[in-house]
């Protein structure tokens, strides 16, 4: 059994800054690419960052010099640094995994979810 567990979610005002951490847990025997998400009521989920194994990233556009994606595969947790945080950052932001658990084919497994408000 595999879980991602999230943590550093909250309420800051518009300028601050937040540091959310994933960790995985349970049978791994590689973790592929991890990522952060967002979903705020009735809309759907969107890509915030990912990045590989490697250490590649990808950013979606409105988050680009303000978010950074960082991992520490030793500890399998990865972490999304929050910098400049603006209202329409508010959201539920959602950890995600493929991992190898198993066996070597990968699947996607989500956390629960932490929520971010920003204030104005």
């Known amino acids: 059994q595999v879980q991602l567990v999230e943590s550093g979610g909250g309420l800051v005002q518009a300028g601050g800054s937040l540091r959310l951490s994933c960790a995985a847990s349970g049978t791994i025997l590689s973790i592929n690419v991890m990522g952060w998400y967002r979903q705020t009521p009735g809309k759907q989920r969107e890509l915030v960052a990912t990045i590989t194994s490697g250490s590649s990233t990808n950013y979606a556009d409105s988050v680009k010099g303000r978010l950074t994606i960082s991992r520490d595969n030793a500890k399998n947790t990865v972490y999304l640094q929050m910098n400049s945080l603006q209202p329409e950052d508010t959201a539920v932001y959602y950890c995600?995994?493929?991992?190898?658990?198993?066996?070597?084919?990968?699947?996607?497994?989500w956390g629960q979810g932490t929520r971010v408000t920003v204030s104005s």
């Open positions: 995600n995994a493929k991992i190898a658990s198993r066996s070597w084919h990968f699947y996607d497994y």
